[in-house]
């Protein structure tokens, strides 16, 4: 099946578009490969929207960073271009490129580090190490949520997208130029407070067999 084009959505879909284009400027590709599947569609804004772009205890920085290592441990070179662009607004391009590039260790602020490092290893069940010590439970869960998030959606984008968001023909000093321009165009998706809940699991169907209280 075909993506739905934004100017023939209608229902769920053109509700989900409405939300994707008015909090990241249009209407993703991401959310276009979903499209095709409603229900699916509004499940995979739900899963990425509301851990990583929402405000909560972890700050976006630290978040988009955890996106990022993720996106290079799954080798997904549009997604790890995507969100190291934005940690050059949020963290610096020292930072960014240290992701890009898998160098977690010369990340230079401390806890961003760790939860990079973390983040890059922690699908490796047999040497996988529990989040970042320290942490809240809710700053737990908002790290894992954006963990498993990325898992799901890196693997979706390497079969259905193009492999690069960027021109893979690029210089590294245009590539880092580029992504710095591209990072101050993003700069109002990236810093303005997103409240949680917008991404209503009220779109998503219930589960056969549970309740409304999640029941059994």
């Not at 084009?5 to 959310?31: F, H, I």
């Not at 996106?67 to 070179?77: G, I, L």
């Not at 069940?125 to 498993?148: H, K, N, Y």
């Not at 799901?152 to 390497?158: A, F, Q, S």
């Amino acid at each position: 099946m075909s993506p739905v084009s934004p100017g023939s959505a209608n229902g769920l879909v053109a509700e989900v578009y409405a939300q994707v284009a008015d909090e990241m400027r249009l209407v993703v590709p991401p959310a276009l490969m979903h499209s095709p599947a409603p229900d699916v569609l509004a499940a995979y804004w739900a899963l990425t929207r509301e851990p990583l772009v929402t405000v909560g205890p972890v700050d976006r920085a630290t978040k988009e960073a955890v996106a990022a290592a993720v996106s290079v441990a799954n080798t997904c070179p549009y997604c790890a271009d995507m969100h190291t662009v934005g940690m050059y607004d949020l963290s610096g391009e020292h930072a960014a490129e240290a992701v890009a590039g898998d160098r977690m260790q010369d990340i230079t602020e401390p806890e961003l580090r760790v939860a990079a490092a973390w983040a890059r290893t922690a699908h490796q069940s047999d040497d996988a190490a529990p989040p970042p010590a320290g942490l809240s439970p809710a700053d737990r869960a908002e790290l894992i949520g954006v963990v498993v998030a990325f898992h799901y959606l890196t693997r979706m984008v390497n079969v259905f997208l193009a492999n690069f968001l960027l021109p893979p023909g690029l210089a590294p000093w245009s590539r880092r130029r580029l992504k710095q321009g591209i990072s101050r165009v993003l700069r109002p998706t990236l810093r303005e407070p997103r409240e949680p809940g917008r991404a209503s699991a009220s779109k998503i169907p219930s589960a056969p067999g549970l309740t409304s209280g999640g029941d059994r």
